[in-house]
Nanobody, 125 residues
Framework: QVQLVESGGGLVQAGGSLRLSCSAS????????MGWFRQAPGKEREFVAV????????YYADSVKGRFTISRASAKNTVFLQMNSLKPEDTAVYYC??????????????????WGQGTQVTVSS
């Protein structure tokens, strides 16, 4: 069982930056592809970014490409989401998720086995 805990959310003005962190409780993290998703009120959970277990592959949603960067520090069982040039439409609860196995550009939430509790990101205009 993998337990994930997100942190780093908050309130920021448009154009600002935030860095989200997700810490995993077990060494299963080291063989898991790690993803970030977000869910705004009244909307479905949507894919943001994913990184391979080795950290050598990444994939982003078009809406965040060039603004967000996903990375991982395997020694610390932690994955990060650096968010720059934030927009009001980025406002959502952000979740990290783990999907053990081979690398693939998987964007469907149902394909991920483990989830954190989420952290709120609010971008004011």
């Amino acid at each position: 069982q993998v337990q994930l805990v997100e942190s780093g959310g908050g309130l920021v003005q448009a154009g600002g930056s935030l860095r989200l962190s997700c810490s995993a409780s077990t060494r299963t993290f080291s063989i898991s592809n790690m993803g970030w998703f977000r869910q705004a009120p009244g909307k479905e959970r949507e894919f943001v970014a994913v990184i391979s277990w080795r950290g050598d592959n990444t994939y982003y949603a078009d809406s965040v490409k060039g603004r967000f960067t996903i990375s991982r520090a395997s020694a610390k069982n932690t994955v990060f989401l650096q968010m720059n040039s934030l927009k009001p439409e980025d406002t959502a609860v952000y979740y990290c998720a783990a999907r053990p196995g081979r690398w693939a550009e998987v964007v469907g939430p149902d394909e991920y086995n483990y989830w954190g509790q989420g952290t709120q990101v609010t971008v004011s205009s």
